[in-house]
Structure formats: structure tokens, C-alpha cells
């Protein structure tokens, strides 16, 4: 007669505990938290490199209106001028519509603009006030700057 080993409970072992899972789990947590904050000043840099962008485009639309009107803008005009033709003194002698709208910078506020600038009185400044949205802060970014 054979004697038959009655199998135990652990001696087969298939599958993850729940504390195993709960670990994992975890740690992908911690991972993830730890990529997201890293992440979060990729987006700050982009908006940077938008302004320069978009100054580098306003910035040829004014060339454009000088060759065009024989000066730039006055700071009264504004951006507007590259959009409707003003009506107010100098009005430019030949004039085309430059742009379909004036842009946002990328804070969703309208770029500033000012002729003469600050820094170079011979030339227009475009100016964004920055995430806070207050102009002459230290977050201001301006077409002048270096």
C-alpha cells in the first residue's frame, strides 16, 4: 500500500499578494508624481521660446508697415496699425492690412507696444507683462532685452 502525501496549502505558489501589488503600485505612484514635476517647467519654457517667436513676426509686420508708411507706429496706434488703418496723426500714406488680428502672448494678454522704446529710442519695443500679467515686474519680457 502506498501512503498518498496530502498536498499543503503553500506548496504551490501562483499569482501576487496583495502587498506585492500595493508595492508596485507605489512605486510607478512615485515615479509618475516624480515626472509630472519635472514636466511642469517644460511648458514655462515653451511660452518663452512663443514670445520670442512671436516677436520675431510682430517685429517684420513693423518693418514692413515702415516701408510701407515711412514710420512705425506711434505708440498711440499701437499694434492695431498693422490691422486697421489708423486715423489718427501720421496717418501712413501707403498702407495693407500686416495681420488679421493682433496676437496674445501666450498668458492669453495683448503684447504691448511702444515707439520709441525704452532701452533703444530708434526703435519699436514689444513687450509681454509675463505670467503675472502686471506690467513693469520683474517677470516682463521685452523685445529689447538680450
Known sequence: MKIQKS????????????????????IIAVLLGGSIMLLKNVGSGAKLQRVDADFNAVGSALMTYKINAGNYPT????????????????????????????????WQNPYGYRFPGKKDTAEFELYSKGPDG????ADDLSSQDE
Open 134 to 137: 502686471v506690467e513693469s515686474t
Open 75 to 106: 505708440t498711440q496706434q499701437g499694434l492695431q496699425a498693422l490691422v486697421t488703418k489708423p486715423s489718427n496723426s501720421p496717418v501712413p500714406r501707403r498702407w495693407t492690412e500686416l495681420s488679421k488680428k493682433v496676437p496674445l502672448d501666450p
Open 7 to 26: 498536498p499543503t496549502r503553500f506548496s504551490r505558489r501562483s499569482g501576487f499578494t496583495l502587498l506585492e501589488i500595493v508595492i508596485v503600485l507605489g
